[in-house]
């Protein structure tokens, strides 16, 4: 088995975007909240041809090897720890097979960090079933999952609907018996939900990026 060193404290942390963007200051977000909430530099960069995201099987199967090749790319660049900002974790098991750097995957972080916080987690993403490493990780502290409304693909919760769609299908799992929220989609990162759910809600909201963050943010202890 090939062991991966830790990153230097000094090198930037990675992030790999599914969704393919023009737009600097989208293509950037994630990494911009990161570097405002734990300190470190980021680097970040999208997958080509896919201005919708990943929202199903045949969007994760094209995008996995462009994730691969970018993960690669990032570490060259001089990352030290590579995020892949999507809840479904595509192509985790390859991208850390081809870096040699840490790989951290937004889905099973965010549910690595729901049990820390929880017993019975909601799942509220852009699919009806929970990505299945996040189901994975929750085991038998899975609630049960909930797509907002006429929400299908990440761009979708940019539309005006977006917000108050996620809202009232994250009351359903609460009123459910979720006592937490997980955030299985990094496009409600994007629009910034997550104060207003737990503002709402009164139950933790964990933050997929913020999550992946927070175990690149331990990956850089030495």
Do not use: N, W
């Not at 530099?41 to 970018?70: F, M, N, Y």
């Not at 809840?87 to 099973?108: E, F, H, K, N, S």
């Amino acid at each position: 088995m090939t062991r991966v060193a830790p990153p230097e404290p000094s090198s930037p942390v990675g992030l790999v975007r599914v969704l393919t963007s023009d737009d600097p200051a989208l293509v950037t977000a994630h990494g911009r909240i990161l570097e405002q909430h734990f300190g470190y530099p980021t680097l970040s960069r999208c997958i080509p041809d896919q201005p919708h995201g990943i929202h199903d099987e045949e969007t994760e199967r094209l995008a996995e090897p462009k994730i691969v090749a970018l993960a690669r790319e990032l570490a060259d660049e001089g990352a030290g720890t590579v995020i892949i900002s999507c809840a479904a974790d595509p192509a985790l098991a390859r991208a850390r097979a081809a870096v040699g750097a840490p790989v951290i995957g937004a889905g099973a972080a965010a549910a690595a960090v729901a049990l820390g916080l929880g017993t019975r987690v909601g799942v509220l993403g852009i699919t009806d079933e929970a990505p299945p490493g996040v189901r994975a990780v929750l085991g038998p502290h899975f609630l049960g999952a909930v797509r907002p409304r006429d929400v299908h693909r990440t761009t979708d919760l940019l539309a005006p609907h977006g917000p108050a769609a996620v809202l009232a299908a994250a009351a359903e799992l609460v009123e459910a018996g979720a006592d937490t929220l997980l955030l299985a989609c990094t496009g409600l990162t994007t629009i910034g939900i997550r104060p207003l759910l737990e503002d709402r809600l009164s139950v933790p909201a964990v933050d997929a990026v913020l999550a992946a963050g927070l175990m690149a943010s331990y990956a850089r202890i030495r």
